[in-house]
């Protein structure tokens, strides 16, 4: 089941992001939101490999230097991309936290019932490359949707994208609250807007 929601996320996410993708402007024209959420959505799913590598080599979930590391390489690629740092680091220790809320539930799951017994992908070699494709696509996104940030409407906005993007896909009801926090520095007042 878990391999047929994550291939309708990557079929869903395939096609939104081969539509053209055009900048976002105050006109409510929220396709740039919809593609956030989306790579969003794709980074969520891989705290499950995430967690399920760590839980099969005893490592700890949270990983301060590795996060460390992330987050100034983020700002650097962010300020040559004309997307704000400071956005970009705030965006990204939501990802992080956000990441670490699933791998967290996960492991607390598994305590508790059956723990996964098939070999978990591999963190270096399968995991992190497909988590530093999508740190570039993420970084790209936020240059298309920062025009919209300061707008009175961008929580409600983003409410919508995410309340389209369940539509479209299988979304895992369960990671709701993760999502709302990965969303959570999109907007400058903060938040996301009516998303349950």
Same mark, same amino acid.
């Given at each position: 089941?878990?391999?047929? *929601?994550?291939?309708?996320?990557? $079929? ?48 700890? *979930? ?33 990802? *992080?936290?956000?990441?670490? !809320? ?11 019932? !059956? ?21 570039? !696509? ?42 709302? !926090?990965?969303?959570?520095?999109? $907007? ?9």
């Amino acid at each position: 089941m878990t391999l047929l *929601i994550r291939a309708s996320v990557r $079929c869903a996410a395939a096609l939104l992001l081969a539509l053209p993708i055009a900048s976002a402007h105050a006109d409510g024209d929220d396709t740039a939101l919809t593609n956030l959420v989306a790579l969003v959505s794709q980074r969520l799913a891989l705290a499950e490999p995430v967690a399920h590598w760590k839980w099969q080599h005893h490592k700890p *979930i949270t990983d301060t230097p590795r996060e460390n590391a992330l987050l100034a390489d983020v700002e650097k690629r962010a300020k040559s991309a004309g997307v704000d740092p400071a956005f970009a680091h705030d965006f990204f220790r939501d990802q *992080i936290d956000a990441s670490t !809320q699933v791998q967290k539930s996960l492991l607390e799951t598994w305590r508790s019932s !059956q723990a996964p017994t098939d070999p978990a992908p591999d963190l270096a070699t399968a995991t992190r490359p497909q988590l530093d494709r999508l740190t570039g !696509q993420l970084i790209g996104a936020l240059a298309r949707v920062q025009p919209l940030r300061a707008t009175a409407d961008c929580p409600a906005r983003v409410a919508r994208a995410v309340s389209g993007w369940k539509e479209l896909t299988r979304y895992d009801s369960a990671r709701a609250n993760a999502m709302n !926090q990965a969303l959570g520095h999109v $907007c400058e007042s903060g938040g996301v807007g009516g998303v349950a």
